[in-house]
C-alpha cells in the first residue's frame, strides 16, 4: 500500500526510510552492516540525546502565559512593558525545585525556583526568583559550598543531614530561609498554589531618571495551599510528578492558574539609613515598613508543546534588563548576573539565545555576535561583524538601561582620568618625527598600501584626518601616497 507523502518517514537529510524495522545485514543472519546509514543515523543521535541537566534547579516544569499591568506605575519606571494599564506581555515562566535532580520527587521539602521570561519590545526580561522572599546567603562565594552540602555525598552517593546541618551551623545567616523552610510553606501542595518572589532588590527608573529600589511580590490567586512532611512522602511514592501533572492538567481543564504581582517600592534616598540593608538577601522589607503596591497579573494559558525545546532548553539570565529596570548592590544578584549566563553557554551553547524559547519574541536581537556550534539561521549573512563601522551596522543607543550603582562616591563605568598630554596622536606624532626620510616615504607607502584599496572616502578621510592630527606632514604625506596608488588602478 502507498504511503501518504505528507507522513513519510525521512533520515535527518530528507531522503525516505525504506525499512524502519530491520536494520540491513549481510544476509539474513549476517552482521549488520555500517551503510545502514538509518541505524547509525538513530544510534548516533540517541547516544546524545541527553544535555548536562541544571545543576540547581534540574527538576521542572513551564508554561506560556500573559502579564497584563493594572495600575499606573510610571513614577516609578520607564519599562514600556509595564505601562499603560491595560497591557499585555507575552510570558514564559519555569517552576522548578532546587536541590534534586531531574528524577526526584516534585514533593521535597525545598524552595521553588519561580523563573518568568517577558518578551517585551525592548527585548527579553528575566527575573529570576523563588518561592521564598529570602535566601540561605548572601554572598555568592559561598555558594557552590552550600549547593555541595545540598547535594550527594563524595562518599555515600547519598544525601547527608551531617552536610546539611553542618553548613548550617556554620552559616548563621541561614537561619531565616531554614525557617521558612521547615515551616508550614516548605512545601507547596503544587505550583499553582504557592507565591513567587523576586527574592532580591532591583532597581526601578522612571523618565526623569528618578531611582527606586523594588521588591517583586507575585501572590497566588488560588490561594496558598501546602503539604505535610506526611502528605508529600505519601505523594511521591505515588507520583513523583504531580506538581508538574498538576500544572499540565489544570491548564489543559481551562483552569488558568494566576498570580498579582505587587511591589514593595523604596527611595533610594531611605537605603542608607534604613534599619536593614535593603541589600541582604537573607532580610525582607516588613510590609509596614514598604507596603504592597498592586500592579499587574500574570496568567499562564498554554502548555508547551515540547518539554525539552521549551522547558529544557529555557534558559533565564537575572542580566537581561530592559530600558527602566536594573540591579542592585545586592553581592548574591552580583554573582548571578554572571552565573546564570555562564551556566547556559556551558549547558546549552554560545548559541542558546538563538533558540526559540529565548530569542526576543516582541524586540529584534541586532549584534555583532557570530557563529559557534550549532548557529542555525543565516548567521547575519554579509553583514559586518565588527563596530563600530560606517555599513549602518547596529549602533549603542548611548542611553543607559538603568542608573549606575554608587560605590564608596564612584558611580558606574569611570573614564581613566585624563593627564596633560593625554590624547590619541601625541605620541604617534612625536614616533613619527623621529623618523629619517626614507622611513616616513616607507610608512606611508606602507598605509597606503591598503588604504587605498578602501571602497568608500569617508572612511580614508577619516584614517587620514587621524595621521594629520598626530602631525600635519604625516597625514599630507599619507594622502599623497593613497592619491598615487589610486590613480594607477
Known amino acids: 500500500m502507498p504511503t501518504n507523502s505528507r507522513n513519510l518517514l525521512t533520515t535527518e537529510s530528507g531522503a ?29 543521535h540517541f547516544d546524545r ?11 521542572g516544569s513551564g508554561a506560556h502565559g500573559y502579564f497584563e499591568v493594572t495600575a499606573d506605575v510610571s513614577r516609578w519606571t520607564k519599562a514600556k512593558f509595564l505601562q499603560p494599564a491595560g497591557k499585555r506581555t507575552e510570558v514564559f515562566i519555569r517552576l522548578s525545585t532546587v536541590a534534586g ?40 562565594l559561598k555558594f557552590p559550598d552550600f549547593i555541595h552540602s545540598q547535594k550527594r555525598d563524595p562518599y555515600t552517593n547519598i544525601q547527608e543531614p551531617d552536610n546539611v546541618w553542618d553548613f548550617f551551623s556554620l552559616s548563621p545567616e541561614a537561619t531565616h530561609q531554614f525557617t521558612w523552610l521547615f515551616g508550614d510553606r516548605g512545601i507547596p501542595a503544587s505550583y499553582r498554589h504557592m507565591d513567587g518572589f523576586s527574592s532580591h ?22 490561594g496558598i495551599k501546602c503539604l505535610t512532611s506526611e502528605e508529600a512522602a505519601r505523594i511521591a511514592g505515588q507520583d513523583a510528578d504531580h506538581h508538574q501533572r498538576d ?71 537575572p542580566a537581561n534588563f530592559v530600558p527602566g529596570i536594573g540591579p542592585s548592590p545586592d553581592k548574591m544578584l552580583q554573582g548571578r548576573l554572571f552565573a546564570y549566563g555562564d551556566t547556559h553557554r556551558y549547558r546549552l551553547g554560545a548559541n542558546h539565545t538563538q533558540l526559540p524559547i529565548n530569542c526576543p519574541h516582541a524586540a529584534k536581537a541586532a549584534n555583532y555576535l557570530r557563529d559557534g556550534s550549532m548557529r542555525f539561521d543565516g548567521n547575519s549573512g554579509r553583514a559586518k561583524n565588527y ?48 623618523m629619517d626620510e626614507a622611513a616616513k616615504e616607507r610608512l606611508a607607502a606602507n598605509i597606503a598600501a591598503g588604504l587605498a584599496q578602501v571602497s568608500r572616502d569617508g572612511i580614508i578621510e577619516r584614517s587620514i584626518g587621524y595621521f594629520r592630527s598626530a602631525d600635519p ?3 599630507e604625506r599619507v594622502a599623497k601616497a593613497v592619491r598615487e596608488r589610486r590613480a594607477r588602478r
Open 387 to 434: 563596530e563600530p563601522n560606517s555599513f549602518d551596522g547596529p549602533v549603542q543607543s548611548n542611553q543607559p538601561l538603568w542608573a549606575p550603582i554608587e560605590v564608596n562616591g564612584f558611580t558606574g563605568a569611570q573614564a581613566q582620568e585624563r593627564h596633560r598630554e593625554d590624547n590619541d596622536f601625541v605620541q604617534a606624532g612625536a614616533l613619527y618625527r623621529v
Open 473 to 475: 606632514d604625516y597625514g
Open 201 to 222: 532588590t532591583y532597581q526601578w527608573m522612571n523618565s526623569r531618571g528618578e531611582l527606586f529600589w523594588v521588591k517583586y511580590h507575585f501572590k497566588t490567586d488560588q
Open 16 to 44: 525516505p526510510v525504506a525499512d524502519n524495522q530491520n536494520s540491513r545485514t549481510a544476509g539474513s543472519g549476517g552482521p549488520v552492516l555500517l551503510e545502514d546509514n538509518q541505524l547509525i543515523e538513530k544510534l548516533a
Open 49 to 59: 540525546e541527553r544535555i548536562p541537566e541544571r545543576v540547581v534547579h534540574a527538576k
Open 101 to 140: 535532580e531531574k528524577g526526584s520527587a516534585d514533593t521535597a521539602r525545598d524552595p521553588r525556583g519561580f523563573a518568568i521570561k517577558f518578551y517585551t519590545e525592548e527585548g527579553n526580561y528575566d527575573l529570576v526568583g523563588n518561592n521564598t522572599p529570602v535566601f540561605f546567603l548572601r554572598d555568592p
Open 247 to 317: 500544572l499540565l492538567r489544570a491548564i489543559e481543564r481551562g483552569e488558568y492558574p494566576s498570580w498579582t504581582l505587587k511591589m514593595q517600592i523604596m527611595p533610594v534616598a531611605d537605603a542608607a539609613a534604613y534599619r536593614f540593608n535593603p541589600f541582604d538577601l537573607t532580610k525582607v522589607w516588613p510590609y509596614k515598613d514598604y507596603p504592597l503596591i498592586p500592579v499587574g497579573k500574570m496568567v499562564l494559558n498554554r502548555n508547551p508543546e515540547n518539554y525539552f525545546a521549551e522547558v529544557e532548553q529555557a534558559a533565564f539570565n
